[in-house]
């Protein structure tokens, strides 16, 4: 199911660097205010980047819709939306879904029908704040900048055996 249409909220350039906690969740709504869409025929996202202290709507990526015959992949375009997100909150999400998102570092999540997107948020502000779970503290981990692998950087110095 392709992007139907893709809306990204620009910010004006600042000195200030990003705090390195600043992490990018996306939301499976219709309405863009509770989470009420399964991943894999959500028709859309809403992608926040989210800090201890505040939360900013960057992204709303809309998809079209079309027959639900099995015959096409529905995933592949919801999963390259997600990209630079740690995290998907849906209402439900299939497991083949589950095993390709976990590979990119994305951690699904499933919520119950109607749980509003504000409040989440809020929960995981809190949970910023005061002390990251173990998925959250990964996420933030692989996010800070310099983190780059040993063998990236042998290769970038022009590392031979």
Known sequence: MPVARRFRILTPCSKEQPMFSTIRVAFA???RKQVNQHFGTAASFVIYDIDQDRASLVEVVQFTQIDQDGQNDKLSARIEALTGCVAVYCQA????????????G???????????????????????????SAWLARAIEHRQPGRESRFDLMEAEGWNE
Do not use: C, M, W
């Open 106 to 132: 994305v951690q699904p999540f499933k919520l119950e029908a109607g749980t509003a997107i504000a409040h989440t948020i809020g929960n995981l502000q809190l949970e910023l704040r005061e002390s990251p």
């Open 29 to 31: 709504t219709t309405d």
């Open 93 to 104: 999400i299939g497991a083949s879904a589950i095993n390709r998102l976990l590979p990119l």
